[in-house]
Protein backbone atom coordinates (compact mmCIF):
# COMPACT_ATOMS: atom_id res chain seq x y z
CA UNK A 1 0.00 0.00 0.00
CA UNK A 2 1.43 3.39 -0.76
CA UNK A 3 0.84 6.87 0.35
CA UNK A 4 -0.18 9.91 -1.92
CA UNK A 5 1.65 12.70 -1.31
CA UNK A 6 -0.59 14.77 -0.24
CA UNK A 7 -1.48 11.80 2.72
CA UNK A 8 2.91 12.25 3.38
CA UNK A 9 2.37 15.95 3.22
CA UNK A 10 -0.56 15.71 6.15
CA UNK A 11 1.62 13.31 8.64
CA UNK A 12 4.33 15.25 7.95
CA UNK A 13 2.79 18.88 8.43
CA UNK A 14 1.65 17.26 11.86
CA UNK A 15 5.16 16.67 12.72
CA UNK A 16 6.45 19.68 11.94
CA UNK A 17 3.46 21.28 14.43
CA UNK A 18 4.93 19.19 17.03
CA UNK A 19 8.22 21.48 18.06
CA UNK A 20 5.70 24.47 18.80
CA UNK A 21 3.55 22.25 21.11
CA UNK A 22 6.50 20.45 22.73
CA UNK A 23 8.14 24.04 23.15
CA UNK A 24 4.46 25.53 25.17
CA UNK A 25 4.54 22.43 27.04
CA UNK A 26 7.87 23.12 28.31
CA UNK A 27 7.02 26.76 29.06
CA UNK A 28 3.93 26.04 30.74
CA UNK A 29 5.09 22.83 33.00
CA UNK A 30 9.37 23.92 33.51
CA UNK A 31 8.86 27.69 34.48
CA UNK A 32 12.75 27.77 34.84
CA UNK A 33 12.92 26.42 31.34
CA UNK A 34 10.38 28.77 29.51
CA UNK A 35 12.91 31.21 28.99
CA UNK A 36 14.70 28.91 26.62
CA UNK A 37 11.72 27.48 24.97
CA UNK A 38 10.22 30.52 24.32
CA UNK A 39 13.40 31.23 22.19
CA UNK A 40 13.54 27.98 20.85
CA UNK A 41 9.82 28.08 20.10
CA UNK A 42 10.61 31.83 17.91
CA UNK A 43 12.88 30.66 16.25
CA UNK A 44 11.38 27.53 15.29
CA UNK A 45 8.65 29.74 13.71
CA UNK A 46 10.61 31.85 12.06
CA UNK A 47 12.38 28.91 10.17
CA UNK A 48 8.42 27.47 9.74
CA UNK A 49 6.96 30.99 8.38
CA UNK A 50 10.43 31.19 5.71
CA UNK A 51 9.85 27.45 4.43
CA UNK A 52 6.13 28.97 3.97
CA UNK A 53 7.42 31.50 1.62
CA UNK A 54 9.50 29.06 -0.23
CA UNK A 55 6.46 26.77 -1.37
CA UNK A 56 5.25 29.51 -3.40
CA UNK A 57 8.14 29.36 -5.18
CA UNK A 58 7.83 26.06 -5.78
CA UNK A 59 4.51 26.45 -7.03
CA UNK A 60 5.57 29.29 -8.93
CA UNK A 61 8.58 27.55 -10.63
CA UNK A 62 7.33 23.86 -11.61
CA UNK A 63 6.50 23.00 -14.73
CA UNK A 64 3.55 24.89 -15.64
CA UNK A 65 3.16 25.68 -12.73
CA UNK A 66 3.97 30.02 -14.08
CA UNK A 67 0.93 31.34 -14.40
CA UNK A 68 0.08 33.13 -17.65
CA UNK A 69 -0.45 36.56 -16.51
CA UNK A 70 3.41 38.01 -15.65
CA UNK A 71 2.34 40.55 -13.15
CA UNK A 72 0.63 37.48 -10.93
CA UNK A 73 3.88 35.22 -11.16
CA UNK A 74 5.37 38.50 -10.38
CA UNK A 75 3.40 39.10 -7.04
CA UNK A 76 3.63 35.12 -6.82
CA UNK A 77 7.41 35.32 -6.23
CA UNK A 78 6.96 38.31 -3.78
CA UNK A 79 4.90 36.86 -1.67
CA UNK A 80 7.38 33.91 -1.70
CA UNK A 81 10.26 36.29 0.14
CA UNK A 82 7.84 38.12 2.08
CA UNK A 83 7.23 35.46 4.61
CA UNK A 84 10.98 34.68 5.15
CA UNK A 85 11.41 38.91 5.69
CA UNK A 86 8.75 38.78 8.43
CA UNK A 87 10.73 36.01 10.24
CA UNK A 88 14.04 37.59 10.03
CA UNK A 89 12.38 40.40 11.46
CA UNK A 90 11.24 38.59 13.95
CA UNK A 91 14.84 37.07 14.87
CA UNK A 92 16.15 40.40 14.47
CA UNK A 93 13.54 41.47 17.35
CA UNK A 94 14.55 38.81 19.56
CA UNK A 95 18.25 38.98 19.51
CA UNK A 96 19.04 42.96 19.27
CA UNK A 97 16.11 44.30 21.79
CA UNK A 98 15.96 40.41 23.53
CA UNK A 99 12.27 41.22 23.19
CA UNK A 100 10.33 38.03 22.73
CA UNK A 101 6.83 39.35 23.29
CA UNK A 102 7.30 41.59 20.42
CA UNK A 103 8.78 38.79 17.82
CA UNK A 104 5.75 36.44 19.31
CA UNK A 105 3.64 39.46 17.72
CA UNK A 106 5.82 39.62 14.72
CA UNK A 107 5.38 35.30 14.02
CA UNK A 108 1.65 35.70 14.79
CA UNK A 109 1.05 38.47 12.41
CA UNK A 110 3.32 36.62 9.95
CA UNK A 111 1.69 33.59 9.48
CA UNK A 112 -2.01 35.27 10.26
CA UNK A 113 -1.00 37.48 6.90
CA UNK A 114 0.62 34.23 5.02
CA UNK A 115 -2.39 31.95 5.47
CA UNK A 116 -4.88 35.35 4.67
CA UNK A 117 -2.49 35.90 1.40
CA UNK A 118 -2.58 32.07 0.75
CA UNK A 119 -6.52 32.14 0.46
CA UNK A 120 -6.20 35.27 -1.72
CA UNK A 121 -3.75 33.02 -4.22
CA UNK A 122 -6.39 29.96 -3.85
CA UNK A 123 -9.26 32.91 -4.93
CA UNK A 124 -6.76 33.46 -8.14
CA UNK A 125 -5.66 29.52 -8.34
CA UNK A 126 -2.45 30.52 -7.44
CA UNK A 127 -2.28 27.60 -4.74
CA UNK A 128 -3.98 24.36 -4.82
CA UNK A 129 -7.45 23.76 -2.66
CA UNK A 130 -5.68 20.79 -0.92
CA UNK A 131 -2.77 22.82 0.33
CA UNK A 132 -4.95 25.31 1.00
CA UNK A 133 -7.25 22.82 3.85
CA UNK A 134 -3.70 21.79 5.15
CA UNK A 135 -2.50 25.21 5.53
CA UNK A 136 -5.31 26.19 7.70
CA UNK A 137 -5.65 23.96 9.96
CA UNK A 138 -1.87 23.65 10.92
CA UNK A 139 -2.39 27.45 10.90
CA UNK A 140 -5.06 27.28 13.58
CA UNK A 141 -2.70 25.16 15.68
CA UNK A 142 0.27 27.26 15.83
CA UNK A 143 -1.57 30.97 15.95
CA UNK A 144 -3.18 29.30 18.79
CA UNK A 145 0.44 28.45 20.42
CA UNK A 146 1.93 31.25 19.14
CA UNK A 147 -1.08 33.62 21.14
CA UNK A 148 -1.13 31.76 24.39
CA UNK A 149 2.84 31.97 24.55
CA UNK A 150 2.68 35.60 24.29
CA UNK A 151 -0.54 35.56 26.61
CA UNK A 152 2.25 33.81 29.12
CA UNK A 153 4.71 36.29 28.25
CA UNK A 154 2.61 39.33 28.80
CA UNK A 155 0.87 38.64 32.37
CA UNK A 156 3.89 36.92 33.52
CA UNK A 157 2.89 33.29 34.21
CA UNK A 158 6.16 32.20 34.99
CA UNK A 159 6.63 30.80 38.61
CA UNK A 160 9.99 29.71 39.37
Known amino acids: ?3 S ?15 FLAAL ?6 PTNAPAATIAMIT ?40 ALIAWFALLILTLAAAPRAALAILIAGFF ?14 VPSNYLALRWTVSIVVLAVLLV ?6 VGMRHG
Open 149 to 154: TIFIEA
Open 25 to 30: AIIITQ
Open 1 to 3: MTR
Open 113 to 126: ATIIGETIGRGRDL
Open 44 to 83: YGACILSFLGAVHWGFALEPGGVVTDPKLNHQRLAFGVAP
Open 5 to 19: PFTTAALLTAAGATP
